[in-house]
Each structure stands twice: as structure tokens, then as C-alpha cells.
């Protein structure tokens, strides 16, 4: 049975205050409104995830997830955070591959391989992100580029290690452009991925695996988003810094 679950990704944004209040509002929306079986998971900027843990501990509707993690276990690397780091701080998963480390860091197929495989080695769940730009979008080879990403990444994975995983479809061209993938469009992809998964690991494995919508996700388009079938969920960007918008997102299953 595949979880249905929220991320919210706060990306480079929050004073270390602005924050902890923004976990406490969640923390009281949360027991007082939703009721349904839902994980809900936080990625905050790394200065957070201590504190932001100790407010979410005791809610078991809430988790801790972290943005990144080097894909070396440790090291002569200034600068960065590596899995076993952000398992020490009780982070329960890690965001892997997302579109901005893709494009500004130029993070490789094989440096999110190794990523994954750290994580998974330091008992963090990677969300693994995928999709494609508006120009492979509109060349029509979107398919064969959001499975390669997938393949190249994930499918050295033994069926025990890869059934860990949870998969992001970001159509990048929907992401912070007031755009978004019609809940048709979400459907098709993440049916594709499904059966590209199904591929390779058999149907078991791949209709447990949560697939999340990672493109523009709002409290007035989650309730559409997430009645697809195969839409298990949402990796929430700009509406995540909102407590009262992702609440309702949240609400929307």
C-alpha cells in the first residue's frame, strides 16, 4: 500500500525564527485539522533541522526531511553535509536530484547514484526528483528523458533497496512560473514512470512506490492533482512557506 504523502521544500528561505514559527503553525493546523492517513514531511535549510525536530517530535504525522546531501560519506569538503550527518540530526529523508541542484550544480546521474546509495546506507528515504524543461517538454521526448534520469540514477538498486524509494516528478517548466502540468498531464507522467518502473522490478514493487507532483502545487489545484491515480502526493515549493497553504494542501487528499 503506497503512502500518501506531502513534502514541503523550503529551499534557500526562513531566518532560523521565521522557521521554527512557521513548524509551530504547522505543528497546531496539523493536530487540529487533518485527520486523514497522510505523511506530511519538512525540508528545511539545514540550520533548522535540529529544532525543527524537536517541535515536530510527538506528531506522528510529521517527519523530517533534509534538501541535499553529498555524495561522498565524508571528507575534505567544505561546505557540505553528508547523509550520516543528517541521520544524526534525525532527518528521516533527504531530497535527491531536485531540478536547482540539477541546473545550477550540474549534479550527474552518478553523483545522485552514489547520493542514493548513502542514503539508503544511513537509513534516510531519498525522494528522488525527476522531469523534464519546457524545450524537451515541447521536442515531445519528455518520457524518454524523465525514464533515463530514472534508470541512470535508481536502476543498480537491488528490489529491497529501490522499493525505498520515493519518486518527484517536477515538470520544471511548472515550477515557479505560475504554470502547471494539467492534472492530465500529472497523470501521464506519472503513469509512464509507474510502468517504466513496473519494467524493471515487477508490478508489486511499483504500485507501492509513492509518486509525488512536484510542479506548482496549490491548495486550489491539490484536491485535482491528487485524485489522479496515480499521483500519490505532492513535493511542495513556494506554498510550503505558507502554514495555512500547505495545510490545505495537505487537507486535499
Not at 63 to 80: I, K, P, S, V, Y
Not at 97 to 112: D, I, T, W
Not at 145 to 164: A, E, T
Not at 216 to 232: I, R, Y
Request: charged share 25%; aromatic share 8%; hydrophobic share 40%.
Amino acid at each position: 500500500m503506497r503512502k500518501k504523502i506531502v513534502a514541503g521544500n523550503w529551499k534557500m528561505n526562513n531566518s532560523l525564527d521565521e522557521g521554527l514559527k512557521l513548524t509551530s503553525e504547522i505543528v497546531n493546523m496539523v493536530a487540529d485539522e487533518v485527520r486523514g492517513d497522510v505523511h506530511i514531511i519538512l525540508a528545511p535549510p539545514f540550520i533548522h533541522l535540529t529544532q525543527v525536530k524537536k517541535l515536530i517530535s510527538g506528531v506522528d504525522k510529521l517527519h523530517l526531511g533534509a534538501q541535499n546531501c553529498n555524495d561522498n560519506a565524508q571528507g575534505a569538503f567544505t561546505g557540505e553535509v553528508s547523509a550520516s550527518m543528517l541521520a544524526s540530526v534525525g532527518a528521516q529523508y533527504v531530497i535527491v536530484g531536485h531540478s536547482e541542484r540539477r541546473e545550477y550544480f550540474n549534479e550527474s546521474h552518478k553523483q545522485l547514484a552514489k547520493k542514493v546509495d548513502l542514503a539508503l546506507e544511513n537509513n534516510l528515504t531519498p525522494i528522488f526528483c525527476c522531469g523534464e524543461s519546457l524545450e524537451i517538454r515541447e521536442n515531445g521526448l519528455f518520457k524518454e528523458y524523465v525514464c533515463n534520469q530514472i534508470g541512470d540514477s535508481l536502476f543498480h538498486l537491488h528490489d529491497d533497496k529501490f522499493s525505498k524509494i520515493v519518486i518527484a516528478y517536477e515538470p520544471i517548466w511548472a515550477i515557479g512560473t505560475g504554470k502547471t502540468a494539467s492534472s492530465d498531464q500529472a497523470q501521464e507522467m506519472h503513469a509512464t514512470i509507474r510502468e517504466f518502473i513496473a519494467e524493471r522490478y515487477g508490478g508489486e514493487i511499483s504500485e507501492n512506490m509513492s509518486i509525488l507532483y512536484g510542479g506548482s502545487c496549490k491548495p486550489d489545484n491539490a484536491k485535482e492533482l491528487f485524485a489522479c491515480k496515480d499521483v500519490d502526493g505532492g513535493l511542495i515549493g513556494g506554498a510550503s512557506l505558507k502554514s495555512r497553504d500547505f495545510t490545505d494542501i495537505v487537507k486535499s487528499f
